[in-house]
Antibody, heavy 116, light 108 residues
Framework: QVQLVQSGAEVKKPGASVKVSCKASGFPFSEYYMHWVRQAPGQGLEWIGIVNPSGSSTGYAQNFQGRVTMTRDRSTSTAYMELSSLRSDDTAVYYC?????????WGKGTTVIVSS | EIVLTQSPGTLSLSPGERATLSCRASQRVSSGYLAWYQQTPGQAPRLLIYGASNRATGIPDRFSGSGSGTDFTLTISRLEPEDFAVYYCHQYGSSPRTFGQGTKLEIK
């Protein structure tokens, strides 16, 4: 079935980087854009950015410009989101989601905790 | 950036009642590119409505969306116990994509 399986929880220190993966199955990964969205504890959804099907083009929210990199590997049908210079307020659940416009399939989320 | 404001923040209703959730945009949402998602505790969001009024695959017909321009509405005609959740609107007509802050639908 169509699904996105994300990597496991991470605990990082301030200033470190984290790389979250999102493995797709059940659909032609190379034909779909992928989004990343995060949700801080008890808060709403925040759009981070999008990567095109080939991985050649990305678009990031201004809040994350310079700190985020989205990539993808067609050979393994996996998308990646790397966030650097982590701060305590980056503690959140990070979701990948399929789609160019609306997001119709979501991963279950990856918890990232930033703590000294 | 288009700011989406949802109201009310919390809606308290009983099963069987009708729910009306509002999403107002700070600028016109082009081409009606507005979606609604449902999120239950500990779960990922689930797409309900796209293009302002189109139900996603597998979504019951008690869910309906309407609106255009800057004002959009999600209506749940008769609430079922599983409908009590948080609902988010999302515009994808311009970058950056943005979400509303959410409406919590709770059991009265």
């Amino acid at each position: 079935q169509v699904q996105l399986v994300q990597s496991g929880a991470e605990v990082k220190k301030p200033g470190a980087s984290v790389k979250v993966s999102c493995k797709a199955s059940g659909f032609p990964f190379s034909e779909y854009y992928m989004h990343w969205v995060r949700q801080a504890p008890g808060q709403g959804l925040e759009w981070i950015g999008i990567v095109n099907p080939s991985g050649s083009s990305t678009g990031y929210a201004q809040n994350f410009q310079g700190r985020v990199t989205m990539t993808r590997d067609r050979s393994t049908s996996t998308a990646y989101m790397e966030l650097s210079s982590l701060r305590s307020d980056d503690t959140a659940v990070y979701y990948c989601a399929r789609g160019f416009y609306y997001m119709d399939v979501w991963g279950k989320g990856t918890t990232v905790i930033v703590s000294s | 950036e288009i700011v989406l404001t949802q109201s009310p923040g919390t809606l308290s209703l009983s099963p069987g009642e009708r729910a009306t959730l509002s999403c107002r945009a700070s600028q016109r949402v082009s081409s009606g590119y507005l979606a609604w998602y449902q999120q239950t505790p500990g779960q990922a969001p689930r797409l309900l409505i796209y293009g302002a009024s189109n139900r996603a695959t597998g979504i019951p017909d008690r869910f309906s969306g309407s609106g255009s321009g800057t004002d959009f509405t999600l209506t749940i005609s008769r609430l079922e116990p599983e409908d009590f959740a948080v609902y988010y609107c999302h515009q994808y007509g311009s970058s950056p994509r943005t979400f509303g802050q959410g409406t919590k639908l709770e059991i009265k």
